[in-house]
């Protein structure tokens, strides 16, 4: 009989009953704005600040309204101006270029590499065009940061880390985020917190950070801020720092402090199933797995894999089967933007020459989300599901 998977690829778990009261309690007082506090009262935005802060090992610690508005306050934060060049990923998703251009500066696309991190043989050769490189971890794939530190800091490369598959992953036991000047993250509902939407910033830099917060919209009530750089930081900043509103807000950071608590626990429950579908696919003829340092921590909340030099048609041949039997599957190779998956030469905003070996890799990438609310069971169903396909059509074609 043909096994089919029934379980939905976009099913995220509910919000932890701890959020949902302290949600509540927020609506019952009424005081949802970051700075409407009372006497003494340290709002849930700024306690959650404190509790990233600490997560990350982060002297300071902003909370904004999407992973994407940190990305452009970080870049506005660090200097960036209109017009100015920036590094970033050919391998990525369109929120990042989309900051980048949001600041009316320019993307430098970077290769990737089979191991789906940025190629830093391109990044060297390209490094002395900007001055800040925007790197996304991709997917939750990590580069050696020893070596992308080392280009960046010779070729005096700021490094501004987007971390929104990264959240709780290290490499060489330093959390993602804490290796260039800026660690940016989101708590959209398909990253490793949900709110909805939101995200953080995190920084040992003061004055970045300073300008960060009066960036995000803080006026001059900055003070309430725990997780921020003290006040000698913000002094000379603060009549030149344009107010580019973006908070978050304490109903959002009520129902995520629970979810921050419970995340080394639900780490682990995400890897559990990355390992159960990497086992299930491990030696399928024509499919190549992406075999992971050990150095790197990673957070398995989706998974690829890549179906390297395939006929387009065969692969989209293997994603309609595979979707027949209740198994999405996303492909960085198609020809236009589908869903949320988008490729640098889709960026028409952002011109790019080409980059053949990327495109190589691009072409084989093949995507899907692991929810926590998949069981071990449902992990191995899905590998079988796609471990048949994979070899029905690598044997019959895509006929
Ligand atoms: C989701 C995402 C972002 C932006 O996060 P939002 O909170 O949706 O704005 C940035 N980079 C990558 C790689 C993402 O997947």
Redesign the pocket.
């Known amino acids: 009989m043909t096994e089919i998977f029934t379980g939905s690829f976009t099913q995220q778990e509910p919000i932890p009953e701890a959020g949902i009261a302290a949600a509540l309690q927020v609506m019952r007082h009424g005081r949802l704005h970051r700075y409407n506090t009372i006497a003494g009262e340290v709002g849930e935005t700024a306690l959650l600040e404190q509790e990233f802060a600490a997560f990350t090992g982060a002297s300071y610690s902003l909370a904004v309204a999407?992973?994407?508005?940190?990305?452009a306050n970080a870049l506005r934060a660090v200097g960036v101006d209109p017009g100015d060049r920036v590094l970033t990923n050919a391998f990525?998703?369109a929120?990042?270029p989309g900051?980048i251009a949001s600041i009316g500066a320019v993307p430098v696309f970077v290769g990737v590499t089979e191991h789906l991190t940025i190629d830093l043989e391109d990044l060297r050769a390209k490094a002395g065009q900007a001055r800040v490189l925007l790197l996304?971890?991709?997917?939750g794939h990590i580069c050696d940061m020893d070596q992308l530190m080392q280009i960046c800091t010779e070729a005096g490369v700021e490094v501004i880390e987007?971390c929104?598959?990264t959240m709780g992953a290290s490499w060489n036991g330093v959390p993602s985020g804490r290796h260039g000047v800026v660690g940016?993250y989101?708590?959209?509902t398909?990253?490793h917190m949900n709110s909805g939407?939101?995200?953080f910033l995190v920084s040992d830099d003061a004055t970045v950070m300073a300008r960060a917060v009066l960036l995000s919209g803080s006026y001059m009530l900055y003070d309430r801020h725990v997780a921020a750089p003290p006040e000698p930081a913000f002094a000379p900043l603060t009549l030149d720092t344009p107010n580019v509103s973006g908070r978050m807000d304490n109903l959002r950071a009520a129902i995520l402090r629970p979810q921050l608590a419970d995340l080394p626990q639900r780490s682990a429950a995400w890897n559990q199933r990355y390992r159960a579908v990497e086992s299930g696919l491990r030696g399928a003829p024509g499919l190549t797995i992406v075999e992971r340092p050990p150095a790197e921590a990673y957070v398995g909340s989706s998974f690829q894999f890549l179906l390297l030099d395939w006929a387009a048609e065969a692969i989209q041949t293997v994603l309609q089967r595979c979707a027949t039997r209740g198994v999405e599957l996303k492909w960085f190779g198609v020809d236009q933007p589908v869903g949320?998956t988008s490729r640098y030469d889709h960026w028409h905003y952002a011109s790019a020459a080409p980059m053949p070996a990327s495109d190589r890799v691009l072409a084989a990438i093949v995507d899907m989300r692991l929810p926590l609310t998949f069981s071990l069971q449902d992990c191995a169903v899905i590998a079988r599901i796609i471990r048949a396909e994979v070899e029905a059509v690598g044997v019959d074609g895509p006929g």
């Open positions: 999407s992973g994407g508005y940190a990305l990525t998703l929120p990042v900051a996304s971890h991709m997917r987007d929104a598959h940016c989101s708590t959209q398909y990253k939407e939101g995200g949320f």
